[in-house]
């Protein structure tokens, strides 16, 4: 995923200030982030082969070809598709001293659980049956 995600560097403008939608890379090949983070992708499926060197990846929108699948032409698509950087990733992880401030600190973070509740949307993957093969 880290791999995907960094040709964010490749598209025109670079990871915060392309206004583009990131359809085509400057220096290199986009695809994998734009379908990474495309608005209209609700699931990601991975696979690893059994000898661990190929892995190949799965993209679920809707059921049928529209705005909301991944890399689907055209242009405008993409620019409302694919988001543009709005925080850093220190603001993300709220260590930023930009934006409001009420001048009160913050509560302590609550104790972690022993076994982590499964994600909402999260389906057995065992269980899910490919539309594309049936």
Not at 15 to 30: L, R
Not at 95 to 102: I, M, V
Not at 128 to 133: E, M, N, R, S, V
Request: glycine fraction near 12%; charge should be positive.
């Amino acid at each position: 995923v880290d791999l995907w995600y960094s040709e964010v560097g490749n598209c025109r403008g670079g990871p915060g200030g392309f206004a583009d939608g990131c359809q085509t890379g400057a220096k290199g090949m986009t695809g994998h982030f734009t379908a990474l983070i495309w608005k209209g992708v609700k699931q990601i499926g991975c696979a690893w082969s059994k000898n661990g060197k190929l892995a190949i990846c799965r993209y679920k929108s809707d059921d049928v070809l529209n705005a909301n699948s991944a890399n689907m032409p055209p242009q405008s698509n993409y620019i409302a598709q694919v988001p543009r950087r709005v925080k850093t990733l220190a603001q993300c992880q709220g260590s930023s001293s930009e934006g409001p401030s009420t001048g009160m600190p913050s509560a302590p973070a609550p104790p972690t659980a022993s076994a982590p509740a499964p994600a909402p949307g999260c389906t057995d993957s065992t269980k899910y049956k490919d539309p594309w093969f049936r």
